[in-house]
């Protein structure tokens, strides 16, 4: 692919501090003649674009070639659809623009910062998203799911919000994996502000990503157009706990009109935390997950896990009895836990776990730690 202008470049950057995300009749003008063309016809006011001049009253004083210096010297970088570090899963985004309300609008460009490659998540990634408000249940399940695949090779992906998003990226740094967050706002602020030292952490292995200038402040809308990002990125999403009305939810919409699979994770049926994950798998096709196992199986024909076991090829954890397995799938996934817990969490009286544990430290799978007992990661 021709590498973009410096002045296609800056006509992108001045378009992602002035338009709207997800802003369709601009986008596909992008598509049709070009960025600069675009930005010249929102600065003198092109009618077709901008009805009531917002854009163009936007647009005054915005420099291009200035933003990316600046945001050079914060350390945040511009990346365009013709860099090798733009994603792959975005090339189908733009073949949806005459799809009207169903189109997905690729970003002009994503200004990003951090360590990690964007070019590396897909097919090598999965979204893993939910409610602010999570429970403990929702936030533990976020965790173990996002452990298990960082220790299968698999990128997080998520919003870096309070609840299931953080407890995906936490859960995946503490497997020393490779996670994403897709913020909402300018990357020249942390959001949310509290999460400044998790946003520094995702930076160091992975990235920090967003469609906004530096500057842009965070708006309703800016996160529901955020999440078809997120949902572009990977190669599915897995909604761990959301109401019916939860804007985590518009990630799996996202997903379903870009072809990726969309999976959710069920709760207690009193919970009105996972009645959108209810929903979703009964009416609308998510696949029912418990496990990154299960996240793997469902997504693993364009991931790191393509290549099938054949027949008859057994996991170190298949040598196992029933019993046995279910006690090791009981502990957690990054965790020390020890018998009276996991105990308490398989239902097997404590002597029965004790000598399990001792049968899956034989063979590689546990160790005996101080306080307890812990997984070994990819050993099972």
Known sequence: MQARSTADRAARAALSAVVEPANRKVVARVYATGAEATWRAISRRDPHLDTDGVLARRAEGVDGAALLQHAA??????VCPSDAEWPAGFATMPDTLDAGTDSVPPPFGLWVRGNGSLAACEPRAIAVVGSRAASPYGRH????????????????????????????????????????AVLACGLDMDYPRSHSELLARIAQDGVVVSELAPGMQPMRSRF?????????????????????????????????????????????????????????????????????????DTAGRLGPDAAPLA???????????????????????????TVPDLARESGYPPP?????????????????????????????
């Not at 027949?311 to 836990?337: F, I, K, N, W």
């Not at 034989?362 to 101080?370: D, T, W």
């Open 311 to 337: 027949v008859g090829e057994e996991r170190p954890l298949d040598r196992y009895s029933p019993d046995v397995r279910h006690v090791y799938e009981r502990m957690p996934a990054r965790a020390v836990t």
């Open 141 to 180: 399940v976020a965790g173990d799911i996002a452990a298990d695949l960082a220790a299968r090779g698999w990128i997080v992906v998520s919003g870096a919000a309070y609840g299931i998003d953080a407890a995906a990226h936490r859960g995946c740094l503490a497997m020393g994996g490779v996670t994403v």
């Open 224 to 296: 529901i157009a955020r999440n078809r990002l997120i949902a572009a990125l990977t190669s599915g999403t897995v909604v761990v706990e959301a109401a019916r009305r939860s804007g985590a939810l518009s990630t799996a919409h996202w997903a379903v009109k870009l072809g990726r699979e969309v999976m959710a994770v069920p709760g207690p049926v009193t919970s009105e935390q996972s009645s959108g994950c209810h929903e979703w798998i009964r009416n609308r096709g998510a696949v029912l997950v418990t496990d990154a196992d299960e996240v793997a």
């Open 352 to 380: 029965f776990v004790e000598q399990s544990l001792r049968e899956l430290a034989a063979g590689g799978l546990v160790l005996a730690v101080l306080d307890g007992w812990v997984r070994v990661p990819g050993a099972a």
């Open 73 to 78: 010297g914060l350390g945040i970088r511009f």
